[in-house]
């Protein structure tokens, strides 16, 4: 059974860093894309960043361009999103996504099958 695993959010003040891990079990995910997204109070899950896992390639929001950097370890199963001068308006539940690739935009969260319980990052003013 697959499983992913959120780590590292927190509370910072605006213009900190924090680093999200996401480690996944239960399966080979070197076909897959995997993703961050976010969902902050009374908002709807967004999509923040993501990595098609066989050949490196990234994309991200327009919100979070040259702050944050997704990135995947050699292991096959590991995710990260450096996430650097941070905003209030980056405050929200963040999850990690992963997905087959298979021709659905992974810009949806359709295009992921499987799905972490969360980590909140808190960004003060």
């Known amino acids: 059974q697959v499983q992913l695993v959120e780590s590292g959010g927190g509370l910072v003040q605006a213009g900190d860093s924090l680093r999200l891990s996401c480690e996944a079990s239960g399966g080979t995910f070197r076909m897959y894309a995997m993703a961050w997204f976010r969902q902050a109070p009374g908002k709807d899950r967004e999509f923040v960043a993501t990595i098609n896992r066989s050949d490196g390639s990234t994309w991200y929001t327009d919100s979070v361009k040259g702050r944050f950097t997704i990135s995947k370890d050699g292991t096959d199963n590991a995710v990260y999103l450096q996430m650097n001068s941070l905003k209030p308006e980056d405050t929200a539940v963040y999850y990690c996504?992963?997905?087959?690739?298979?021709?659905?935009?992974?810009?949806?969260?359709?295009?992921?099958?499987?799905w972490g319980q969360g980590t909140q990052v808190t960004v003060s003013s």
């Open positions: 996504a992963a997905g087959p690739l298979r021709g659905i935009s992974l810009l949806r969260p359709g295009a992921y099958d499987y």
